[in-house]
């Protein structure tokens, strides 16, 4: 079975920065195309960012510049950095593999104006 336990997130000013983790078990993880995704508050889930298994990556227009997503295959992790933060990025941030039903419990990033 596939877990994926994100960590990472916090409350931090506008303009400042939070590097989020999503930790994976199985051997499924460095084989696969990784994404993140958020859901605030009364909105939709979006996507942020995804990488696939070789390091392509692709970002929402929201977040270009500002995030950048990486991974690290030998400790089957999967990382967000998020710098020059705005409080329109606050929301329940979620890692998954790319087209499966495996989601993180998400983790919440409040950024205060």
């Known amino acids: 079975q596939v877990q994926l336990v994100e960590s990472g997130g916090g409350l931090v000013q506008a303009g400042g920065s939070l590097r989020l983790s999503c930790a994976a078990s199985g051997s499924i993880f460095r084989l696969s195309a990784m994404g993140w995704y958020r859901q605030a508050p009364g909105k939709q889930r979006e996507f942020v960012a995804s990488?696939?298994?070789?390091?392509?990556?692709n970002y929402a227009d929201s977040v270009k510049g500002r995030f950048t997503i990486s991974r690290d295959n030998a400790k089957n992790t999967l990382y967000l950095q998020m710098n020059s933060l705005k409080p329109d990025d606050t929301a329940v941030y979620y890692c998954?593999?790319?087209?499966?039903?495996?989601w993180g419990q998400g983790t919440q990033v409040t950024v205060s104006s």
């Open positions: 990488i696939t298994s070789y390091g392509s990556t």
């Open positions: 998954n593999i790319i087209n499966s039903r495996f």
